[in-house]
């Protein structure tokens, strides 16, 4: 084998972006599923598998998501997860140098004994080690394990390694020596496919033992036994990383309830330490481990026992929840610093109001077309991947739309028409719909100490939405989940934190859509929203509908303003708010059943500079070079002799029509900008200091396109 290259031998400048990104799609076209990595250059990936495909370190090989995932961390290294799905295993030989231990000596000695490996797939680390690509064996299993000699480590099951162009920094970056687009990855020789195949088996712990029941047949206890099942689940839903923490957590929690007398201590450990095996803690941590973890927050949380339940118990199911809070229950948390690329990155599932885990509220007075939107026309792009309006889909998403106003039949005709509109064939895979008609979504109701959660229904959506894999969970309207006083903020804000509930723990965006108050002439922001405001307090994210106003539509010259729509952001907490606003139309779609159907299409404004050439620009600048001194055309709009009025000549517009004046003024501002056109000072013919407007030093002919109008806009039919 080759001897190690130096770090010098291949330093290079920091990757370019986009590199990582090419060469992930190059490897993962091979069939090899790849990560991102931070570029530090620690063997960990960004992401992990609960949060993305379920796979370890989110590791893919769909192009699309590899794309998504280098938008999110476009500066990360690239890692392969190796194994039977990738179809390969690594030998990976340290320096001394670098690991205090001599692989190629190691490597060296073995192929003395047993004969050369053959070539391969190999790659160069910044620090001078190799990585040997080997195809998987079709029989027995290579796993990960380190030392299988001195110096010589194994990837194989559960196992990665990073790849080129990643860096190390101050090191260099690693480079493929024999690249596997050039050269194929060979069968590992007997001699090391017995050594690889024949690690020490980690011994598996003690199990703990079996979980001890109680029931003493006592309120509290039904309630002490429902908390700890729910801590149980909250347990199974814990990404990697944090669980030992949670445990504590939860064990306080559970040592309040014990300390009350609702549940008895054994029973309580007996659950915990079963939800440790089925997690992998148990075996991750250790069994000492888990216990000592356990045993530290049960005997904190006894120092705090829980209140004794109220006489008037709620009905069964339910969890009162007390628009005020116990001095017991507040407590300073402190906080310590973490690595940036350790944290999770946000995730926005579509355009920038849709994040992952978090709440967002759309708000529309009846009639605009929200529903529309946002059941229809705004779930068929995410699941179908495709821009079907203004944003892009990095990925198709699985979208559940809840509507609580229309029947069956009603939201079938409305995705059925936005279906044929937009070219949509076939079945819609990942959508899923429910109805209030068929099934209501009465969450929260009015009670004398608070507002009564149902969370025995709230806890069937989060594992709904976890069995489907739900992306996005529509609801709509907001109002029709709950029966509290809608104008009470405490009572608002305790239902809309528990659908923050919701989002955070099925990880998913929770998407409500609300109504606004009576607006009496005015428009609709997020503060107009019905009744408290509460509610937008709660949500990360929150966005307001508005019809076309007469006044927009003579501006832009639309006949129709009933059939235009825009969308504004009104709050985006962990987002820039857009520049702009996204404007929407209406369009007919006739259904062979006779029904026309309104769908809701992406539309863009008319550019004020529409029709007007290159060939107009000339002749304004030729007309505008003809006058002299006190004659020139004038600046100010309020002049006779203002150089506008010379342009509407030109170009064909009428300016009593706020639509062409509007186009003047437009192209008189580019046209200065582009510097076809400059304002200088001189006097009038009455000595008074004034601007003029003169040709620029510009070709017109050599003007951008943008200085000179655009092409007609696109958007709805009309």
Known sequence: MNVPLSPSDYQTAEPILGRIESAAIELAELGWPVFLAPPTGEKKGCFSGENTNGERWGATTDPLTIRSYCRLKPNANLGIATGQKAGIFVVDVDTLDAHGADGFASLAELEAEHGRLPMTVESASPSGGRHYFFRYPSSGAVGTFPRLVPGIDIRGAKGMVLAPPSVKPGKGEYQWVQSPFATDVAVAPDWLLKLVQAPKAKAEPPAPPPIKRADNGTR????????????????????????????????????????????????????????????????????????????????????????????????????????TMSAKDVAGSSWRRQNAWDMSAR????????????????????????????????????????????????????????????????????????????????????????????????????????VKIDRELTDAIIAEVRNLRVDVLVVDPFVSTHQVNENDNGAIDVVAKEWARIANEANCAVHLIHHTSKLRGFEATVEHSRGAISLINAARYARALNPMTADEAAAFGIKEAWRHLRVDDGKANYAPRAEAAHWFAHTSVHLANGDNVGVVTPFTLPNATDGVTVTHLDEVMRLAGEKEGPERYREDVRAKAWI???????????????????????????????????????????????????????????????????????????
């Open 220 to 323: 509290e206890y039904a309630y002490g036994r429902k908390m700890l099942d729910g801590i149980v689940d909250e347990l199974h839903g814990a990404m990697n990383g944090g669980r030992n923490d949670l445990l504590n957590i939860v064990a306080l929690r559970m040592g309040r309830a014990i300390a009350a007398g609702w549940i008895d201590e054994g029973e309580v450990r007996s659950t915990l330490e079963n939800a440790c095996v089925t997690i992998g803690l148990w075996k991750e941590d250790g069994p000492k481990q888990c216990r000592d973890t356990i045993t530290s927050g049960i005997k904190k949380g006894m120092k705090n026992p829980l209140d004794p339940l109220p006489d008037d118990d709620p009905a069964e199911g339910f969890t009162t929840v007390s628009t």
């Open 347 to 450: 995730e926005f599932l579509y355009g920038r109001h849709l994040q992952r885990g978090k709440v967002t509220v759309t708000v529309a007075p009846g009639g605009v077309g929200k529903s529309a939107l946002t059941n229809a026309a705004e779930a068929l792009a995410m699941v179908t991947g495709r821009k079907l309006l203004h944003d892009a889909v990095p990925a198709p998403l699985r979208v559940w739309v809840y509507n609580l106003e229309e029947d069956r039949d009603e939201m079938n005709r409305r995705l059925e028409a936005a279906c044929q509109h937009f070219g949509i064939e076939g079945d819609v895979e990942g959508l899923f719909v429910n109805v209030g008609f068929e099934q209501p979504l009465m969450m929260a109701t009015p009670d004398k100490t608070g």
């Open 644 to 718: 506008g009025h010379m342009i509407a000549d030109v170009i064909g517009a009428d300016m009593e029509d706020p639509a062409d004046k509007k186009r003047v003024k437009a192209s008189l501002a580019m046209w200065l900008k582009s510097g076809a056109l400059k304002v200088v000072e001189g006097d009038d013919d009455k000595r008074m200091p004034r601007k003029f407007i003169v040709p620029g030093d510009v070709d017109p002919f050599t003007v951008d396109d943008m200085a000179v109008g655009s092409a007609p806009h696109g958007g709805a039919e009309e």
